[in-house]
């Protein structure tokens, strides 16, 4: 374990040294890819990189607030189903527009809305309590979806949602190709990432951490931390309904599963594995779990179980994640 | 009236057995600190092995003892060769994660044993068929879980409140550092006290499986209905589990009978209005079955 562990700090440090060739040489890579690529690797692809903007979004609540939540689905499913309502042809929906200069604005405020609603309640705890009222709040929603079927097509979901276009009147493009889509997705997965690490490197998302670290201190020094972690919880909600967003309009289906636990638990592990606390970590964790059932299960049927097994090696002994790993004994950050 | 009846009778049904998960379930948060996320795979767990061995054994009764101890002895090896690993410091997240793995990789584990279908499980013979109950006719079965439910509150509280190992265990609620300084092996009341309360689950899952029937996902379902009762009960109080678990049993059974479409968001208002008045919960604050 060790021994691993220090080769990987070893990769950790040559990743770091090499920065500059390693973006050039992502970028090129990223451009080709779709052109080069296997369908199939691309639409994984793409789910990787809508993972990605859901994981990094609950990190900062986990990573940089140091609030557990076991609710992030309600977020994701709640931005699933409300361009769903907006956008999709069947008969339960609006069928309005599809235009994401549109559909982005409304999916995002909603879900900071309710993540606002949520967080009235679930903020007055922590830790432990947190992590359940979460949990509780998703489990709800997940409950509405099932149930008020007049509006949410009940467990069979919303479908008929087209892909997205994006512009105004005859100005307007559709990214109805796997290629073009997987650009747009691409370019939501890199603003967002801009957006999260001016947000993290901020003085808000300071005191973020500084909640994290001693909420009692901050309050004593005059922040009103409610607030603070209410604006925490708006803005990863509104990354989470986001990424939500970005996959129904993938899959053309908005289902109850996008806001059920299973969910809540799978992105919660990505986060885990890759590493909290820091934006890669998120990235290469939606990355490692979304591709290992597809490495394991030619070899074996129960990936479910090996992925447990994972997740429970990743707690006990590299709780800092894949990230901690390549770091190795070096404590300053790495990408 | 008659169908009220019948629904309050159902909702005491549901409440009893969401009481001894919910036991179970703050047992070890109040030892622990831990909020253990494999407990509905543990009830899911007992069922199934309880449903084993009434097809092999061809006894219930056998069922609702061997469940229990199969179940409460997985649960003591897994709080000491992983849950301890985690011991010390802040770490309380972590063993939070690890429970959640564990549930993980139970719930696929019982599907890959027991198969993907819905187990029904018939009721002894010696409580099968109905009563006459004032105007209505009420199954024997539910009515002796709720007279069951009822006298293993009783009996969990003389046990906690009474004898000397319920003494250490709430000594060690309140400060478990102490107790190990007067010379009690307090690894062995953890162990003790996690085998108990997945002891209690499996128990939950036997008595439960003529009820709720035996399927993948109810281990989920289940664990999120205990959950909403500790919180709304408050954590770590076995009044606070009786309690909340009548709440939220009746809760949830009159909600289902009148307003089927939102009888689960009945439960999560309930929750968020004693959330609101009451953040740690109705009993949150007062200590162990006083």
Redesign the interface.
């Given at each position: 374990m060790t021994a691993v562990a220090t080769q990987l700090g070893r990769v950790g440090t040559w990743v770091n040294r090499q920065r500059q060739w390693l973006w050039a040489a992502f970028f090129i890579a990223a451009l080709v890819f779709p052109f080069v690529a296997r369908p199939y690797h691309l639409s994984l692809t793409i789910e990787v990189l809508v993972f990605a903007i859901f994981a990094m979004s609950l990190d900062l609540l986990l990573g940089y607030t140091g609030l557990?939540s076991?609710g992030h689905a309600a977020f994701f499913g709640l931005g699933a189903y409300v361009v769903g309502y907006i956008a999709s042809t069947s008969p339960l929906a609006l069928g309005l527009t599809s235009n994401l200069l549109v559909t982005v604005p409304i999916v995002m405020a909603a879900t900071a809305l309710v993540a606002l609603a949520i967080g009235f309640?679930a903020l007055?705890?922590s830790?432990?309590?947190f992590?359940?009222?979460t949990?509780?709040?998703a489990?709800?929603l997940f409950?509405?979806a099932i149930?008020?079927s007049s509006v949410t097509g009940g467990s069979d979901g919303l479908s008929g949602i087209p892909r997205p276009t994006l512009g105004i009147g005859p100005l307007s493009y559709a990214f109805a190709s796997r290629e073009s889509y997987y650009f747009l997705v691409l370019a939501f997965f890199l603003a967002s990432w801009w957006l999260l690490r001016r947000i993290v490197n901020s003085p808000f998302g300071w005191t973020l951490r500084g909640i994290r670290e001693n909420e009692q201190r901050l309050r004593a020094l005059g922040y009103n931390t409610f607030r603070y972690k209410m604006a925490a919880f708006a803005i990863s909600g509104a990354f989470a309904g986001l990424a939500g967003m970005l996959l129904v309009h993938f899959f053309r289906h908005a289902s109850p599963e996008n806001l059920y636990?299973t969910t809540s638990?799978q992105v919660?592990i990505m986060l885990?594995v890759g590493g909290t606390g820091t934006l890669t970590g998120p990235i290469l964790g939606a990355a490692v779990i979304r591709l290992f059932p597809l490495l394991v299960s030619t070899y074996f049927?129960?990936w479910?179980?090996l992925?447990?097994?994972l997740?429970?090696a990743f707690?006990?002994f590299a709780?800092k994640g894949i990230v901690g790993l390549l770091r190795g004994e070096r404590d300053e950050e790495l990408l | 009236m008659e169908n009220f009846l019948i629904q309050l009778l159902n909702g005491l049904v549901a409440g009893m057995l969401l009481f001894i998960m919910a036991a179970g379930l703050s047992l070890i948060?109040g030892q622990m600190?831990?909020?253990n996320l494999s407990h509905g795979a543990f009830y899911l767990l007992g069922g199934y092995v309880g449903l084993s061995a009434v097809r092999q054994l061809g006894s219930f009764w056998l069922a609702l003892i061997v469940a229990p101890l199969v179940v409460g002895a997985i649960g003591f090896v897994i709080e000491k060769f992983?849950l301890r690993?985690?011991y010390g410091g802040q770490r309380?997240?972590?063993q939070?994660?690890?429970t959640?793995?564990?549930a993980?990789?139970a719930?696929?584990?019982i599907q890959?044993n027991w198969g993907a279908f819905v187990e029904s499980v018939a009721p002894p013979a010696l409580l099968s068929g109905q009563v006459p109950l004032y105007t209505i006719q009420f199954p024997i079965y539910r009515l002796a879980l709720i007279v069951f439910g009822l006298a293993l509150a009783l009996l969990l509280w003389l046990f906690l409140d009474r004898t000397r190992i319920g003494a250490i265990v709430r000594a060690g609620v309140t400060n478990a550092e102490m107790v190990s300084g007067l010379g009690i092996n307090v690894h062995l009341v953890f162990a003790g006290v996690f085998a108990v309360g997945t002891a209690l689950a499996a128990l939950a899952g036997v008595i439960g499986a003529p009820i709720t029937a035996l399927y993948p996902g109810l281990d989920?379902e289940i664990l999120?209905l205990t959950?909403?009762v500790?919180?709304v009960g408050g954590?770590g109080t076995l009044k606070g589990a009786f309690w909340g678990a009548l709440l939220i049993g009746m809760a949830d059974t009159f909600g289902k009978a009148y307003i089927?479409?939102?009888?689960?968001?009945l439960i999560?208002a309930v929750?968020?209005v004693v959330?609101?008045l009451r953040?740690s919960g109705l009993f949150g604050l007062e200590a162990w079955s006083r």
């Amino acid at each position: 374990m060790t021994a691993v562990a220090t080769q990987l700090g070893r990769v950790g440090t040559w990743v770091n040294r090499q920065r500059q060739w390693l973006w050039a040489a992502f970028f090129i890579a990223a451009l080709v890819f779709p052109f080069v690529a296997r369908p199939y690797h691309l639409s994984l692809t793409i789910e990787v990189l809508v993972f990605a903007i859901f994981a990094m979004s609950l990190d900062l609540l986990l990573g940089y607030t140091g609030l557990p939540s076991f609710g992030h689905a309600a977020f994701f499913g709640l931005g699933a189903y409300v361009v769903g309502y907006i956008a999709s042809t069947s008969p339960l929906a609006l069928g309005l527009t599809s235009n994401l200069l549109v559909t982005v604005p409304i999916v995002m405020a909603a879900t900071a809305l309710v993540a606002l609603a949520i967080g009235f309640f679930a903020l007055r705890t922590s830790g432990i309590t947190f992590l359940m009222i979460t949990l509780a709040f998703a489990q709800m929603l997940f409950s509405i979806a099932i149930r008020w079927s007049s509006v949410t097509g009940g467990s069979d979901g919303l479908s008929g949602i087209p892909r997205p276009t994006l512009g105004i009147g005859p100005l307007s493009y559709a990214f109805a190709s796997r290629e073009s889509y997987y650009f747009l997705v691409l370019a939501f997965f890199l603003a967002s990432w801009w957006l999260l690490r001016r947000i993290v490197n901020s003085p808000f998302g300071w005191t973020l951490r500084g909640i994290r670290e001693n909420e009692q201190r901050l309050r004593a020094l005059g922040y009103n931390t409610f607030r603070y972690k209410m604006a925490a919880f708006a803005i990863s909600g509104a990354f989470a309904g986001l990424a939500g967003m970005l996959l129904v309009h993938f899959f053309r289906h908005a289902s109850p599963e996008n806001l059920y636990w299973t969910t809540s638990g799978q992105v919660l592990i990505m986060l885990i594995v890759g590493g909290t606390g820091t934006l890669t970590g998120p990235i290469l964790g939606a990355a490692v779990i979304r591709l290992f059932p597809l490495l394991v299960s030619t070899y074996f049927d129960r990936w479910r179980t090996l992925q447990g097994l994972l997740f429970i090696a990743f707690v006990l002994f590299a709780p800092k994640g894949i990230v901690g790993l390549l770091r190795g004994e070096r404590d300053e950050e790495l990408l | 009236m008659e169908n009220f009846l019948i629904q309050l009778l159902n909702g005491l049904v549901a409440g009893m057995l969401l009481f001894i998960m919910a036991a179970g379930l703050s047992l070890i948060f109040g030892q622990m600190n831990v909020i253990n996320l494999s407990h509905g795979a543990f009830y899911l767990l007992g069922g199934y092995v309880g449903l084993s061995a009434v097809r092999q054994l061809g006894s219930f009764w056998l069922a609702l003892i061997v469940a229990p101890l199969v179940v409460g002895a997985i649960g003591f090896v897994i709080e000491k060769f992983l849950l301890r690993r985690l011991y010390g410091g802040q770490r309380h997240l972590e063993q939070v994660l690890l429970t959640f793995g564990l549930a993980l990789v139970a719930s696929d584990l019982i599907q890959w044993n027991w198969g993907a279908f819905v187990e029904s499980v018939a009721p002894p013979a010696l409580l099968s068929g109905q009563v006459p109950l004032y105007t209505i006719q009420f199954p024997i079965y539910r009515l002796a879980l709720i007279v069951f439910g009822l006298a293993l509150a009783l009996l969990l509280w003389l046990f906690l409140d009474r004898t000397r190992i319920g003494a250490i265990v709430r000594a060690g609620v309140t400060n478990a550092e102490m107790v190990s300084g007067l010379g009690i092996n307090v690894h062995l009341v953890f162990a003790g006290v996690f085998a108990v309360g997945t002891a209690l689950a499996a128990l939950a899952g036997v008595i439960g499986a003529p009820i709720t029937a035996l399927y993948p996902g109810l281990d989920f379902e289940i664990l999120i209905l205990t959950i909403v009762v500790v919180v709304v009960g408050g954590l770590g109080t076995l009044k606070g589990a009786f309690w909340g678990a009548l709440l939220i049993g009746m809760a949830d059974t009159f909600g289902k009978a009148y307003i089927p479409q939102f009888s689960l968001f009945l439960i999560f208002a309930v929750m968020a209005v004693v959330l609101l008045l009451r953040p740690s919960g109705l009993f949150g604050l007062e200590a162990w079955s006083r």
